[in-house]
């Protein structure tokens, strides 16, 4: 699997911040189609307390949690932009 296999970001329905249990009838609902970097990338962006709220189902039919997603793709080391003065 590579960062860039076909991924899709689920979310499941949630009250007060728990999952709604599939025997409650809840189910993931897609929040983006994309790569795994893609997705990953997106999970970085939610605040890290609704992260269990979150899987990646990837195309080949793998299922991870956002921690297991998180922790397969790292992430990028931030841009540098030379730091220094702004104004040579």
Known sequence: MTTDTTAKLMKWPS??????????????????????????????????????????????GAIMSAAEALALVPRPPEEDYGGGDANP
């Open 15 to 60: 009250l007060n911040g728990e999952r709604i249990s599939p025997k409650d009838g809840a189910s993931p609902y897609t929040i983006m189609n994309g790569s795994l970097r893609d997705c990953v990338d997106a999970l970085h962006g939610k605040p890290e307390a609704s992260h269990k709220l979150y899987e990646v189902h990837t195309g080949d």
